[in-house]
């Protein structure tokens, strides 16, 4: 038997030494079982119970046996930690927010310790400390997407620029890449029908053909094969229905159609020429228009329709995404489906009927689904139940939280993840105005402090990414026309431009139009002002121009000697 007992858990400020404690080390719950985790083998030492053990370091592939010691203070105040990581911490630069993960690993009586830190925000943890055993599986590494760890329904928010989408992306990449992440945008214009789909015209033959992900074409393919109760006939059906389909699923390289033969049929690939032949049956009526083009009505799906009927056709983790959720007007959008966001287990505790051309549409796409766990109507599209294998997750710009107001019914069924301002390690932004050189987060530092004191809210301060270039150079067309416009008209433009930055001297006032020449380009001497000014009013360690200084040019005496 193999027994797994791990613990993740988010590292605090205190842990990592940044509180003024000089001691580094990693907290464990109450709830933490020593003895399920260590086995019973704790040594007491006055009113400590000790645990020394030696763990195999994982971290960046490492694969170092260390040394650790677990305390228990039993007669003090009950904390539980392991002490004294120092060494580690400094090894790995561990920081606040990094995640580390502590596991116990029972393999047929012999058990091994493993220890692994991640970067804040390589995984993600929900709440911020996870305690929990598992039997008969190996969890020497925790998958990125995890039903532990995900919120099902949770909304990214911050100021503009702070990584959101970012976020979001590196959490999902991996669904992504296996086609189970659907994507929308909400607007002003967004309603219902945009986001779950609705009855409308379309041209219906073979030259527009629906095309499907790799698992629903086997799906459909079984189902051929079944109706026909031949695979000749079923497999040059699927061709010529789906050629299209099966063209794409060539290009990614991925599957094919030996691949789709043998998900969908045991027999091998002996029909692939029939497959081939249906598909150049199809190409051969394009081409010669005699493809019997004609308008039908059909009930078209969206992006929540889509992911849906994905979810309850796999167990894997499918993820909705909605971008800039509150440019959308939420209660129209979502209508009755708002019902479905209260979850008990996962799954949605309050179904909710389908109007017919909806449940017609879910109806056909679920026939083929090998889930054994649909609630009552569901397979058959009358009900709409939310599976606990889809993820709702949003993005939201908190200076646009005018747009359309989300009221609290709505809040209190999403978790809230606060994206916040900070500077990126890996990616040093420069802003380049002519012949001189300006640090970028030591701009955005003291321009929020102004934002910050002048507006009291962190809604309309600049993210690190509230400028994307690819050089990590921002140019003066850049900070013209993206930054200082943000700041003269999105942000000061209601609180006045009273604060001493805008000051040129004497009684003068930076205005907008200093910043451009005659002819539309940037005048770069009061940009170059306006930054000045900036550094000198707000004063911070770190230095706002950056320009590298020239090294003073030497002569030589031998060269000094000849020129006399």
């Not at 532990?148 to 702070?162: C, H, R």
């Not at 690819?470 to 013209?480: A, G, N, R, W």
Request: proline residues 4%; contains cysteine.
């Amino acid at each position: 038997m193999r027994k797994s007992v791990y613990f993740y858990k988010e590292l605090t400020p205190a842990e990592v030494g940044k509180t003024g404690t000089h001691e580094i080390y990693i907290r464990l719950p109450n709830n933490f079982d020593h003895e399920a985790f260590f086995g019973k083998r704790a040594v007491e030492n006055g009113s400590v119970l000790e645990i020394n053990f030696s763990a195999i370091d994982t971290t960046n592939s490492a694969n170092d046996l260390i040394n650790l010691r677990f305390a228990y203070f039993i007669n003090s105040n009950q904390e539980k930690r392991i002490p004294s990581l120092g060494e580690l911490f400094k090894r790995h630069n561990v920081q606040e927010g990094d995640i580390v993960c502590i596991e116990s690993l029972e393999d047929n009586s012999q058990t091994a310790f493993y220890i692994h830190f991640y970067r804040n925000r390589e995984i993600t943890i929900t709440p911020s400390s996870i305690f929990l055993m598992r039997i008969g599986e190996d969890m020497v590494a925790e998958p990125e997407e995890s039903h532990i760890s995900l919120p099902l329904q949770q909304i990214f928010y911050g100021a503009p620029g702070t990584g959101k989408s970012h976020e979001v992306k590196k959490n999902t990449d991996a669904a992504e890449k296996d086609g189970r992440v659907f994507r929308t945008t909400f607007h002003p214009d967004s309603d219902y029908s945009t986001f779950v789909g609705c009855y409308k015209p379309t041209t219906q033959g073979a030259s527009q053909q629906t095309i499907l992900d790799y698992d629903s074409l086997v799906d459909r393919f079984k189902k051929y094969i079944s109706d026909f109760g031949n695979i000749t006939h079923a497999s040059a059906a699927i061709g010529y229905n789906y050629h299209d389909s099966i063209v794409r699923m060539q290009e990614s390289g991925v599957h094919t159609i030996a691949d789709l033969l043998a998900d969908a049929h045991k027999s091998g690939t002996t029909y692939d020429t029939t497959i081939r032949s249906g598909m150049l049956l199809y190409e051969e009526q394009v081409q010669t228009g005699k493809s019997g083009d004609k308008i039908t009505y059909a009930f078209v799906p969206q992006a929540f329709t889509n992911a849906y009927v994905k979810a309850w056709n796999t167990k894997d983790p499918v993820f909705l995404i909605i971008e800039e959720i509150n440019r959308g007007n939420c209660a129209q959008i979502f209508g009755d489906l708002f019902q479905l966001l209260d979850r008990k287990d996962g799954v949605s505790e309050y179904p909710v009927d389908a109007d017919s051309d909806l449940a017609n549409y879910i109806g056909k796409e679920l026939s083929g689904s090998t889930r054994d766990d649909f609630p009552d109507g569901v397979k058959e599209g009358k009900k709409l139940v939310l599976p606990s294998n889809l993820y709702i997750w949003a993005t939201m710009n908190t200076s646009d939280q005018s747009l359309f107001p989300i009221d609290s019914a709505f809040k209190r069924r999403w978790e809230w993840r606060y994206i916040p301002i900070k500077e990126h390690p890996d990616k040093k932004y420069l802003i380049e105005i002519g012949e001189k050189t300006y640090d970028w987060w030591g701009f955005l530092e003291r321009i929020n402090k102004v934002i910050g004191e002048t507006t009291s809210s962190e809604d309309k301060k600049l993210g690190y990414f509230f400028v994307k270039t690819e050089t990590s150079k921002v140019s003066d067309e850049q900070f013209v026309g993206k930054v200082l416009f943000y700041i003269w008209n999105d942000v000061f433009k209601n609180y006045g431009f009273d604060h001493t930055i805008f000051s040129k001297g004497d009684k003068d006032k930076f205005v907008f139009s200093d910043f451009f020449n005659a002819d539309g380009t940037p005048n770069k001497d009061s940009v170059q002002q306006f930054l000045k000014r900036l550094e000198e009013t707000i004063k911070i360690d770190r230095p706002l121009d950056v320009t590298p200084k020239e090294e003073p040019t030497t002569v030589s005496e031998e060269a000094t000697e000849s020129e006399a």
